[in-house]
Structure formats: structure tokens, C-alpha cells
């Protein structure tokens, strides 16, 4: 039973790491427009693609949503550009930060020294604190673009 709960958070922790991963890839590959568009480069053709807006709440109800232009946000961090992070959405590159943080923890977490470490035991259960003041964030942050 208890090697059944520790392959389930294996599992989570490996998933968790390839979401980061795949986030980081597509940061790297994404570019933003001067006119807040996003454009996917493809380097051995020297030619990029528009990519499509994503978001269906802005696109149905024509208002941003919470995480609207975190995509554009990380694709600016990982330029070094922060203030066109900031001005796409203010919470991404905090959250881009914690995404490439979670790349160690997750590799540490999923080989087993997570539960042999005592700072590292205790610091699983911060990680809700953490989740909830990115939620909240995110919410402050959208609630201050309607002013």
C-alpha cells in the first residue's frame, strides 16, 4: 500500500516537471509582436507563424481572463524584457521563476531524497501556501486591470 502512494507522487512529480519543461521549450520558441501578438519561430525556415489567441473568455466575453498574456509574459521574460512581462500580465514572471524552480525540486522530489532530507520534508507542505498567493495574484493583478 505504501509503495502505491509513493508511485502516485512519483507520478505527480514527474508530470509537474514535464509541464515546467514544456513551458520553458515554449517560452524559448514563442516570441511576442509589437502589437501583442505571439509569433512561433521556425528557425530552419527563417520564418515565423502567428499564433492564434488561446484565451476563450476573452475571446467569447471579450474580457481578459486572470491568466491572460501569461503566454506573451513568459515568451518576454525569458528575454529579459520584464517590463514587457510586467505589461502583459504582472504576475508572469513570478510565476515563470517558480516554473523553473520547480525543475530541481521536482528531480529531487521524484528520485526519493525529498523524505530523506529534513529541510526539504518540511518545505512540501509551504508549497500550498505558495499555491494559494499565486492564485491570489493572479486575481489582485485582473482585478487591477478593470480600474
Known sequence: MKLNVLQNGRSEHLCVLAFCLIVIIGALSLSPGDNSDLHFA????????LFPQLCVVNRVLGIPCPGCGLTRSFASTVRMDLKGAVSFNPMGPILFLICIFQIPYRIIAYSGLLHTRPLLKNSENKFHLVT???LGGLVVTWLGRFQ
Open 132 to 134: 494559494w498567493g499565486i
Open 42 to 49: 521556425l528557425p530552419f525556415f527563417r520564418t515565423e507563424i
